[in-house]
């Protein structure tokens, strides 16, 4: 249990994929109660050298059987919005930057953009991740970039 503890703390007990927080006392045969997601990633978690990371168990992608889904917030007016983890994967392997989302004002994208830097801080907390909004063809295409 310890293990479990370890990575609780380092994700200070919130589900990385879901972004709920995870109860450390639940039991761990319930779906809601705390498990470790081993997710072998590209590039490990600094420091740790794994990529353990908190889950709830109904969440847990059960050693990459399941592809790790990370929704956006059903609060933001988004259109064409791509798949957070797939973009955030491929930009730590290649650095650069994507295409996220099409926005119909300004404000939608800023909205956009604070809500996705603060859950890629604790989704990729050693990628410093930015954006940047563009008009263009009378939309506001958020762009996410990591250098
Ligand atoms: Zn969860």
Known sequence: MSDLNQVGEQD??????????VDP????NS???PSVDNYASAKPKKGSGSGERLAHRACNTMKGKIAPVVPWSPDLVLGDPAPIFETVERLTRK???ELVANCA????AQA???WL???LSRLAPDA??????KPGGGQYLLQLVLN
């Open 12 to 21: 200070a007990w919130r589900c990385w994929l879901c972004d709920e927080s």
């Open 25 to 28: 006392d639940a039991s761990v």
């Open 31 to 33: 779906d809601l109660g």
């Open 95 to 97: 650095p650069g930057r």
């Open 105 to 108: 004002s300004e404000r939608d």
């Open 112 to 114: 956009a953009s604070d």
């Open 117 to 119: 830097l603060d859950r």
């Open 128 to 133: 410093d991740f930015d954006t940047v909004i």
